[in-house]
């Protein structure tokens, strides 16, 4: 028995560190001064300097971060109406109109990149920042409507109800009623769908065109001619980032559940093409 | 009557959704069988015929390396993953609470820079060789080949085989277990008469999302596999992007879809809830 417990100790380990290496190995290289990945030349801060003058990397960084921003505001104000109108729809249009909701994200990454590039060109729309964004608001807006339903369906149906008996107008009583309920779902689908369109490559990759880039299209294109050691504070950059967006996603999420005794939502279907 | 006025709340969402993503899939299909979709309709089955030509079977050639690759990942995530979700759920509640959040934490890296960092590693003067030539190993030369492919997509996708899997062994009720050992079964015989089964559901879940964007990833073989591990992401994408046959890259994207909605459909079987199989964090 104890010699199992000390194999599953040292598998644990072995699964982490090959996890891990290769994030380790990034950041630790992005404060090597020599700028071969070969040799180790001394600690240094200058590839974060440089990372910051480059206008390149810059350009990227600001569509990353606006198309993020917006697509994922619009996501929440498109989502959430949608899900408390799909929440009161009869069974049979419910059920189709959620299964259009789920279809980006039990699709192929790279089948959704292609058939929204079809959309745009049949539509006369110009590749760019227009058609990026469009797609991205099309991949967050069911992480929105997943993060709201759990939330209206944990709602008493005859607080609204009680709101307009006695004298609210339907809207009063929806914003003063139900949204302070569920808006931690709101602000849940906010941060995934901000996550999501900050690491969405395969789809940002067929919807834009005319020299518009984000950080991973230009991360693609320089793997592939040779990578400057400035990617490389970027990327520590952007999994400091990440992780703390995801903890903050993750504590609000765990608080949620100690307050309503409700399970988190679901997060994990969109592993496609990535 | 309330109920039906809030309901036009999800107009817009409809409106949005039937133009940016039932359209876009029924152009697909439209597409591909279309003779040149940029120059109007012209309706042919050549690109199919094109694909499934079997006395010249180029591209039936590069689908099969995408499966068989796809296959063998998905078989090492399963081999790798499954222990240490077992591992994990064994843990005292609050410890795997944590543990879980870090195994998936990586994933969220984004997923071009870890793919990025294997290159460096795995080079011919990268960080595992200079290791080896250190302690006077041979050198380990796996980058453009298809094992480096393989390698690629075990890393990017363990975390959806362990998580799944994990998420369906903690919630197997302690009782069932404690009963098969009072009725007498070893820890052999209660991990494969009670606690396996149990946990196929997860099982088939963490196949379909490691199996998926396996088989359709162009990044990692791109990346890692060089030119001659072309698969039939690399091929979508090259009509897409560089060659301009927009109808035979459709007509993949479709050939791609049917053999998801296989995969899907085998698994699905086995799997109850999707949902909850499905939760990461």
Redesign the interface.
Known sequence: MKFFKRLSYVYSVLIFLFLYAPIVVLIVYSFNSEKSRAKWGGLTLDWYRALFSNSEIMRALSTTVTIALLSSVIAVVIGTMAAVGIYNMRRRSKMAVMSLAYLPMLNADIVTGVSLLLIFSALGLRLGYFTLLLAHVTFNIPYVILSVMPKLKQLDPNLYEAAQDLGAPPATAFFRVVMPEISPGIVTGFLLAFTMSIDDFVISFFTTGSGVSTLSIMIYSMARRGIKPEINALSAIMFIVVLSLLLIINLRSANDAKRTDSRPVSVGARASGR | M?????????????V??????????L??IL?SFCVS??NGVTLTLDHYKKFFDFSNPVYLQVLWRSIYIAVISTAICLL?GY??AY??S?LRPGLRQV?S???V??M??????????????L?K???IN?FLEAINLPAFNIMYTQWAVVLGNV??????MI??IYNVLIKIDQSVIEAAQDLGADSMKVFGRVILPLSLGGVASGIS??F??AV????IS??LGGGQNALI?DL??KQ??TTGN?GF??AM?VI??VL?LLA?NFTSSYEKD???G????
Do not use: D
Request: proline residues 8%.
């Open positions: 309330r109920k039906r006025r809030t309901s036009v709340l999800a107009l817009p969402f409809t949005y959704a039937l133009i940016f993503i039932a359209a876009p899939l152009l697909i597409y979709p940029q790798l222990p240490m591992i994990l064994k543990l959040v870090l195994f934490l990586p969220w890296m984004n997923f071009l820079l870890r793919t990025y960092s294997w290159m460096s590693l080079e003067t990268g960080l200079s890393y990017n996708f363990l975390p959806f998580l799944p999302m490691t998926m964007p359709t990833t162009f990044v791109k990346l992401g979508i994408e897409f992007k927009w890259g459709s994207s791609i879809m998801i899907m999707r949902e909850e499905g939760q990461l964090l």
